[in-house]
């Protein structure tokens, strides 16, 4: 996917990084343009993947699709026929050398899913960045930020260079802006923004907060449940008294201590501070927050039931397969799109045809393949005479 950056610094809102250089000119982080600090948003983008990466309903939704996602095979088609199967193995056996395609692959899905991959690919050598990651000057962006209609004027536009680094705690880097790609979750030109496309996840904003807070619920309903009252039976007479410190002191420790039983000569009332923690139904709101975070990641009740319940295997195949068909895909042909243009290729195709879910499907076309040749048969013994186009439809079909 070729592409022009369109930055916008609409709202008067800026950067929350700002650094002078040398020459006199700046360098301002991008990476807050596109979030406020509002109570309806994360923020900062580091902020959304911290996030993401201490909730364990959105990162199960999102490493379970970085996960299929990876094992995707990217294989040469000309003339609509097939030149080589995987063949960025044979391009190059690693994408950099921390890597291999499978793990680059995944940090695409990932970052991608948190709302744009940024594909850096110089000297056959790809890396992926995260928003949080990249920074840029301030008059590039303006630069950018104009729309053109000529292929020489976005290159020129695309002059220059940028800093990323490779995670939040490593040095800023210098590199070639023209060398830079984007993948986003959805459209870039749905924000206006080429540089950056929205995403999903920050209309789950408050789904994510209270995925949160009903694990923190949980947590500290666990803990109050090992807590309790004990209170005397004083009822205010003169000839009765509290309890003194000593006493309560005595109860305390023999409640802590390693008897099941203990006796005291005073009236006692003994309450647990947590004994309604079913009640709460709190493991039933994480696990709706949990379908309506992956519904929005494209992961139907099926799927979800695979991850939560288990499932036969026949089902668990057919979801998977229509999970990666009508979710998966798109992105992979996004994918596939870029790397013809990033290796000059003329048809590159995406794949999971190597994977389990396929045998049933396959099997599937075999009893259909049979049933249909049993139909012609009898059509055949009927007096039908075309038998043979229609067995050359039925075998070409397949």
């Not at 929350?16 to 109570?39: A, C, M, P, Q, T």
């Not at 039983?261 to 923690?277: G, R, T």
């Not at 139904?281 to 799927?303: F, P, Q, R």
């Not at 039931?305 to 996004?334: C, H, R, W």
């Amino acid at each position: 996917m070729g592409f022009n950056f369109n930055i916008s610094f609409g709202n008067n809102k800026l950067p929350n990084y700002v650094e002078r250089l040398n020459d006199g000119s700046f360098w301002y982080g991008i990476k807050d343009f596109f979030n406020d600090n509002s109570d309806t948003k994360f923020g900062s983008h580091q902020k959304k993947l911290e996030s993401v990466l201490c909730n364990p309903a959105v990162l199960k939704v999102l490493s379970f699709r970085a996960d299929m996602y990876s094992q995707v095979k990217f294989n040469e088609y000309a003339n609509d026929k097939l030149v080589e199967q995987d063949f960025l193995y044979s391009y190059k056996k690693q994408p950099n050398p921390m890597q291999s395609w499978l793990d680059l692959h995944w940090d695409i899905s990932f970052n991608r899913d948190l709302g744009n991959a940024y594909l850096y690919v110089e000297n056959d050598t790809f890396y992926c960045f995260g928003l949080q990651n990249i920074e840029i000057k301030e008059e590039q962006l303006k630069e950018i930020n104009k729309y053109r209609f000529s292929d020489y004027k976005v290159k020129q536009a695309m002059k220059g260079t940028f800093k990323a680094r490779f995670n939040c705690d490593a040095e800023w880097q210098t590199f070639e802006l023209k060398n830079l790609y984007l993948l986003s979750d959805l459209s870039n030109n749905v924000s206006g923004n080429w540089l950056a496309g929205n995403s999903r996840l920050d209309a789950l904003y408050d789904v994510v907060q209270n995925s949160k807070l009903s694990l923190k619920a949980k947590k500290k309903n666990l803990f109050f449940t090992f807590k309790h009252f004990v209170s005397g039976g004083y009822d205010g007479k003169v000839d009765a008294r509290p309890m003194s410190d000593e006493e309560q002191k005595s109860i305390a420790n023999s409640l802590l201590g390693s008897k099941d039983i203990f006796a005291s000569k005073h009236k006692i009332e003994v309450k647990q501070l947590v004994d309604n923690l079913a009640n709460l139904k709190l493991d039933e709101s994480y696990l709706s927050d949990l379908s309506i975070i992956a519904n929005m990641y494209g992961m139907t009740k099926d799927i979800l039931d695979i991850l939560t319940k288990g499932s036969t295997y026949e089902n668990k195949e057919k979801s998977i397969g229509a999970f990666i068909d009508y979710s998966l895909m798109p992105k992979v042909q996004q994918h596939s799109d870029l790397l013809e243009i990033i290796l000059d290729k003329q048809d590159i195709r995406g794949s999971f045809k190597h994977l389990p879910f396929n045998a049933v499907f396959e099997a599937e076309k075999v009893t259909n393949k049979k049933l249909e040749l049993e139909a012609l048969k009898i059509a055949s013994e009927l007096g039908f005479t075309n038998v043979q186009d229609e067995l050359k439809r039925i075998y070409d079909g397949y």
